[in-house]
């Protein structure tokens, strides 16, 4: 079953109902590179209220590492998420599992980066740019998926409700990941595309798994 993972959630009602509605992890967005971003107080307050079973992750780019402690600290998350230049050893001075973002704007010249990081938990493959914000809505060729990787890949950029059944039948991720494919304004979740976001999901694994094709 492909995991699916919310990010860039400020409100949490919509935290909330990405749980309710079958989410796997919600994200929260600290670095202040991003128009999603909340402070400290605000992603306490989410993670908090989130139920057992939903996985928290803590975003990151290119930010002090104290501010990352005293963030992680305070918001308690089950996972980071780093977005930048950061290096694996960097990512793991933190002792908490930690998920890297791989930016793929650049196609198959980005793939080598995908090896850099071998105490990542999973590595996040997302259409931005190097050196820009994740969470840009830019997609990229979904073919480039390696399949020979033994960390689990996360599929993002540019999935929203009409196209991610195609990207799971195309990359067969291990999780997806959305921010702006189901929103009505950065950080503002719209409770229909959320929706309908998660039952395109778990219906291309329903078609997969008839086919005989399911991870």
């Known amino acids: 079953m492909t995991r699916i993972k919310c990010c860039g959630m400020t409100r949490i009602d919509d935290a909330l109902l990405a749980a309710q509605l079958g989410a796997d992890a919600i ?8 128009k999603r971003r909340v402070s400290i107080g605000q992603a306490a307050a989410i993670v908090a209220a989130m139920p057992p079973f939903v996985t928290t992750v803590a975003l990151f780019m290119d930010d002090d590492a ?5 963030a992680v600290a305070a918001i308690r998350p089950d996972l980071l998420q780093f977005h930048g230049a950061e290096t694996d050893e960097w990512c793991s001075q933190f002792g908490h599992r930690y998920l890297k973002a791989i930016a793929m704007g650049d196609g198959a010249a980005a793939l080598p980066a995908l090896r850099r990081y ?3 938990s999973g590595l996040l493959l997302d259409g931005h740019g190097l050196g820009e914000a994740g969470g840009s809505g830019k997609a990229f060729d979904w073919s480039l998926m390696p399949r020979d990787l033994t960390q689990p890949l ?4 540019g999935l929203v409700p009409a196209n991610v059944a195609d990207a799971v039948r195309t990359a067969r991720p291990w999780g997806v990941d959305v921010a702006s494919g189901i929103e009505s304004s950065p950080g503002i979740k719209d409770s229909r595309k959320l929706a309908d976001f998660i039952r395109a999901v778990r219906d291309a694994d329903a ?7 399911g991870g």
């Open 207 to 213: 078609q997969l798994e008839a086919n005989g094709t």
């Open 118 to 120: 071998p105490d990542a």
């Open 154 to 157: 996360v599929l993002a950029g």
């Open 27 to 34: 994200g929260v967005v600290l670095t202040a590179r991003s």
């Open 66 to 70: 104290a501010f990352v402690r005293d």
